[in-house]
């Protein structure tokens, strides 16, 4: 191997560890033990939030009312309480009864790139502060989730090869600078793991568990799949992709206001759909009870329907 070989590598390397030096004290393995129905032990990972001892991991690791202790790689231990989760993005915060490190950075998951290197840090098999680093596979991905009443889709879920593992899951992937880009979810595969974007959807939703334990949603009754705009209408109205209906549920806000199968939706308020996904994003707490405007292409015209969405029961 030449000089500048030996020169990616070293740069290669000195990110990596930099990113573990400054992400592995910031990254708590927590041991829950959970109540009710689902009785016994869990453990996975958790990142410092703030100052004051929140923690950010996943929902599936926690449950609501559990219980548990925190680890972290300076020998910090605290208790700790499950303030909210959001089992529709796979998010929950606990919070801690001392002082913890410092949070990391947060950074934008919007802004990478596939090929992008990324750092994980969690605890896999309960091995504490174990870090892995590889590259975004791929970017936009979608991982269903479930409640008892609802089903939906995390969207933009980021795809790494970086190696993850049970104990992994709701640990850190942190971008080559070590801001923190995603919050590991899941294990898709041998060398496939997924991560729940930090970006502007997160953030609200992490806010709203903080101070209020759970997040409100918005309900329309609609079952869809994307499909493509007919190419008369992609120019027209600013979009490639739309969402056909599959399924109106009965007696829902959206059977109120007329949609029907078959139609597709390619705006909502004269706002274009960026993707698959955007009519997700529109269904928080704000649009419950409001006028909400979607247009819909049905037997090859355009019709406008008003709903007003409810709230999504827990």
Do not use: C
């Not at 801690?96 to 410092?102: E, F, K, L, Q």
């Not at 880009?181 to 992490?206: D, E, F, K, Q, S």
């Not at 709203?208 to 409100?216: C, E, I, P, S, T």
């Amino acid at each position: 191997m030449d000089l500048p070989d030996n020169d990616a590598l070293d740069a290669y390397s000195n990110v990596v560890s930099g990113v573990a030096e400054s992400l592995t004290p910031r990254v708590a393995a927590i041991r829950v033990r959970r109540r009710g129905r689902r009785s016994g032990e869990s453990a996975g990972s958790a990142v410092v939030l703030t100052a004051e001892g929140h923690l950010v991991t996943n929902a599936h690791v926690v449950g609501q009312g559990d219980e548990g202790e925190a680890s972290f790689s300076d020998g910090t231990t605290a208790q700790l309480e499950v303030v909210g989760r959001d089992p529709l993005s796979d998010l929950a915060i606990v919070r801690t009864d001392r002082a913890v490190p410092s949070p990391p950075e947060y950074g934008d998951a919007d802004r990478l790139k596939v090929g992008s290197l990324v750092v994980a840090v969690g605890n896999p098999l309960g091995l504490a502060g174990s870090v892995t680093a590889g590259v975004v596979s791929a970017l936009g991905r979608a991982m269903p989730a479930r409640t008892r009443t609802a089903t939906r889709i995390i969207e933009d879920v980021i795809q790494t090869d970086a190696a993850l593992n049970p104990g992994s899951s709701g640990g850190a992937l942190a971008d080559a600078r070590g801001r923190v880009v995603g919050i590991n979810t899941a294990v898709a595969g041998i060398g496939l793991g997924l991560a729940v974007p930090v970006n502007a959807t997160t953030r609200r939703i992490i806010y709203a568990l903080m101070h209020d334990g759970r997040v409100r949603r918005a309900y329309l009754g609609l079952v869809t799949s994307p499909a493509p705009v007919p190419a008369p209408w992609v120019e027209r109205m600013g979009t490639r992709t739309g969402l056909r209906v599959v399924e109106v549920v009965t007696g829902s806000p959206a059977d109120a206001s007329g949609m029907r199968p078959g139609d597709v939706v390619l705006a909502v308020d004269v706002t274009p759909l960026g993707d698959a996904q955007s009519l997700q994003r529109l269904l928080f707490e704000d649009a419950i009870g409001a006028r909400m405007e979607i247009t819909v292409l049905r037997n090859g015209a355009l019709v406008d329907v008003v709903a007003e969405p409810s709230e999504l029961a827990d």
